[in-house]
DNA sequence: AGTGATTATATTGTATACAATATTAAAGAA
DNA sequence: TTCTTTAATATTGTATACAATATAATCACT
C-alpha cells in the first residue's frame, strides 16, 4: 500500500514556510532603515563589491533582471545607491553605494546580528544546517541542469 | 577583529536559494498541467482535506487571504476547484475540488514524484534535511513570537 | 430585537519574481 | 563601412505575497 502524500512531508513546502519565517524575521532589524529582505540582502552585496553591474547582482543574488531593475530604482529613490550608465560602455549600468549607504553598514548590521543571535545556533548547529541546505540545492540544481 | 558578513554565509540568503530552485525544479512535473508551484500547493491540501474554508486553507498554507483570494480564483477559472458561498454561514467561501481535480490527483503526483526521485536522498538523508529545516524553522517562530 | 464586537472574505497598494519581448549598444564579419 | 550577431538592460504581462482597509455576516450581550 503506498504512502499518502502529504503537504507537511513535503520539503519544498517546508522550505517555502521557513523563506516566509525569515521574510517576517528580518522585518523587525530592517523596518527602521525602511528597507525589506530583498533590499537588505542587495545592500550585503553590494558591500562586498561596490559599482558593478546589473548583471553582476542578477547572478550573485539569483534574481533576474526584470526583478532587480524595479528593485534598485526603489533603492535609488530611498537614496541607498545611484544608478548610472557605464561611459565606456553604454550598455551597462553601474550600481554604486552613496555615502548615506556607506555609512548605515554597520548600524544595520547590528542591528539583524542582534535579531540573529536571538536564533541561538551555536558553530556546529550553524555549519550542519548550512550543510544540509546547500546540499539541497546542488541536488536540486543537478535535477535542474538535466531538464536542459 | 571582527568576522566580515558575506552574503553567502548568511542562511536566510541560502534558505531563499533553495526556495528559488524549487519553483524552478516543480515548473517541469506541472508544466504539463499548466499549474504552478503554489497552486500544486494548494491541491496538495484540498487532496488531504476537501470542502473548507478559504481561512482554513490559509492557515494551513501559511498564505495571506489576499494571496490566496486571486489564487484560488485562478484554480476556480482552470476548473480544478469550485468557489461557494457556505449556505449555512454566508460569510465563509467553500473551497470544493471538481471531479477534474480529483481524477487529476494520481497523474500530478506521479509526474512530481518522478522528479522528486532524481533528487536522490535516501530515508534517512530526507529525514535529518526535514528536521534541520523544522527546526530552523521553530527557530524563527520562537523569536518572531516574542516580537508581538 | 437592537447594537457593538467579532469573524470571514475581498480589495487595494506595494513589493517581489520571472518569462518573453523590446531596445539599445557593442563586437565581429564581409 | 555596413550588416549581422551578441550583450546588457528595460519593459510587459502574469503570478505570488502581505499589510491595511473595506464589506458583510454572525455572535454576544443587554
Redesign the interface.
Given at each position: 500500500m503506498p504512502k499518502?502524500?502529504?503537504?507537511n512531508?513535503?520539503?519544498?513546502?517546508?522550505?517555502?514556510?521557513?523563506?516566509?519565517?525569515?521574510n517576517?524575521?528580518?522585518q523587525?532589524p530592517l523596518e527602521k532603515f525602511n528597507l525589506t529582505?530583498v533590499q537588505y540582502?542587495t545592500l550585503?552585496?553590494l558591500?562586498?563589491n561596490d559599482g558593478v553591474t546589473v548583471n553582476y547582482l542578477s547572478q550573485?543574488?539569483?534574481l533576474s533582471n526584470g526583478t532587480l531593475t524595479p528593485l534598485l530604482k526603489r533603492l535609488e529613490k530611498a537614496g541607498w545607491i545611484t544608478r548610472n550608465r557605464d561611459k565606456t560602455d553604454e550598455r551597462r549600468v553601474l550600481i554604486h553605494l552613496t555615502q548615506l549607504g556607506k555609512d548605515n553598514k554597520e548600524p544595520i548590521?547590528e542591528s539583524v546580528?542582534g535579531?540573529l543571535n536571538?536564533?541561538?545556533?551555536n558553530d556546529d548547529e550553524?555549519a550542519?544546517?548550512?550543510d544540509?541546505?546547500?546540499?539541497?540545492?546542488h541536488?536540486?540544481?543537478k535535477?535542474?541542469e538535466?531538464?536542459k
Amino acid at each position: 500500500m503506498p504512502k499518502e502524500v502529504t503537504l507537511n512531508d513535503q520539503i519544498c513546502f517546508q522550505i517555502s514556510r521557513a523563506h516566509q519565517l525569515f521574510n517576517k524575521f528580518y522585518q523587525e532589524p530592517l523596518e527602521k532603515f525602511n528597507l525589506t529582505y530583498v533590499q537588505y540582502i542587495t545592500l550585503l552585496s553590494l558591500w562586498e563589491n561596490d559599482g558593478v553591474t546589473v548583471n553582476y547582482l542578477s547572478q550573485k543574488l539569483g534574481l533576474s533582471n526584470g526583478t532587480l531593475t524595479p528593485l534598485l530604482k526603489r533603492l535609488e529613490k530611498a537614496g541607498w545607491i545611484t544608478r548610472n550608465r557605464d561611459k565606456t560602455d553604454e550598455r551597462r549600468v553601474l550600481i554604486h553605494l552613496t555615502q548615506l549607504g556607506k555609512d548605515n553598514k554597520e548600524p544595520i548590521l547590528e542591528s539583524v546580528q542582534g535579531c540573529l543571535n536571538r536564533l541561538n545556533y551555536n558553530d556546529d548547529e550553524f555549519a550542519d544546517a548550512m550543510d544540509t541546505i546547500i546540499d539541497l540545492q546542488h541536488r536540486l540544481e543537478k535535477t535542474n541542469e538535466n531538464d536542459k
